[in-house]
């Protein structure tokens, strides 16, 4: 699907109550305004797309939204503890999910990038899912489990 050209914020706004929300026009216009140098006038736009797209059950768009405006801050090391909080409440009550954004390393002194690159990860590893280490070779997750902040992996 082509990307739709939006012109101003009155444009975003009222794609953002279109089902389904056109995602890809959506954030390029945001990537675009942030590059542009406008952060202050899409930063407010970009968190109400990030807050509607959870609300509709699409956390890993939201994520991408946070991800990126964590990319335009001013001072990533400031909105750090935000991404931690805004990245709990997109994820939602889960446990399992929880655990993967407290794992992914939000509190710890590496870049933000890093730690949005880890959640992904951690997302992506879901019952079924092929993957591979280095000494084990080839296998298959079985399962995740928040309270021990552990991935099952079958060998």
């Known amino acids: 699907m082509p990307l739709k050209e939006i012109h101003d914020e009155n444009e975003f706004l009222a794609l953002l109550e279109q089902e389904p929300v056109d995602f890809e026009s959506m954030r390029h216009w945001i990537e675009q305004e942030f590059k542009a140098g406008r952060r202050e006038a899409v930063d407010g736009s970009a968190e109400l797309f990030q807050a509607t797209l959870a609300e509709r059950g699409l956390a890993d768009q939201a994520?991408?939204?946070?991800?990126?405006?964590?990319?335009?801050?001013?001072?990533?090391?400031?909105?750090?503890?935000?991404?931690?909080?805004?990245?709990?409440?997109v994820?939602?009550?889960?446990?399992?999910?929880?655990?993967?954004?407290?794992?992914?390393?939000?509190?710890?002194?590496?870049?933000l990038d890093e730690c949005f690159q880890r959640l992904e990860l951690l997302r992506a590893l879901k019952p079924g899912t092929l993957c591979y280490d280095a000494t084990w070779g080839a296998g298959t997750v079985h399962g995740t489990d928040g309270f021990y902040k552990k991935v099952t992996i079958d060998f």
């Open 63 to 89: 994520l991408l939204i946070l991800r990126i405006r964590a990319a335009h801050h001013p001072d990533p090391e400031v909105f750090r503890k935000t991404c931690e909080q805004e990245a709990m409440a």
């Open 91 to 111: 994820v939602g009550p889960s446990p399992d999910d929880r655990a993967m954004v407290l794992s992914a390393g939000f509190g710890e002194e590496i870049p």
